[in-house]
Each structure stands twice: as structure tokens, then as C-alpha cells.
């Protein structure tokens, strides 16, 4: 049988109040963040990361031998 919350059991400011929203507010964007902060460090690596492929040659059509192609020129 459930259990019904009397009137002196409740209050705004519980975990399932307003802090608890604020919780879980600050949590999310912490998260997002931090998540943005690592995306625009892949970017910046990335940016300078050259890479050279060779289409004349070693590209064939649906071949898994195209990786081999790719080449890093740092």
C-alpha cells in the first residue's frame, strides 16, 4: 500500500525541490562543458594533422585495401 506524504513531509527546498533542480542544472552543464572543451582541443589537433591520399594509384571501388592509401605527412 502506498504511503501518502503528509503536509509537514514536504518541502521545496529537498532534493526533489529546487535543489535538486539546481543539482542536476549545474550537472548537465558541467558535463556540456566539459564535452565542449574536449571537442574544441580534437579540432585544434586535428587542424594541423595533414594527411595525403593517393587517388591515382591504390583506390579501388569498395575495396577494404583503401586505408592503406591514407597517409599522415606530418
Do not use: P
Request: net charge negative.
Amino acid at each position: 500500500m502506498a504511503r501518502e506524504m503528509q503536509d509537514s513531509e514536504r518541502s521545496v527546498f529537498g532534493l526533489h525541490g529546487v535543489v535538486g533542480m539546481l543539482i542536476a542544472t549545474v550537472l548537465l552543464i558541467s558535463i556540456l562543458i566539459g564535452l565542449s572543451i574536449l571537442s574544441l582541443n580534437i579540432q585544434a589537433d586535428e587542424a594541423t594533422n595533414v594527411y595525403k591520399i593517393d587517388i591515382i594509384n591504390n583506390l579501388q571501388m569498395n575495396s577494404s585495401d583503401n586505408g592503406k592509401s591514407y597517409q599522415l605527412v606530418k
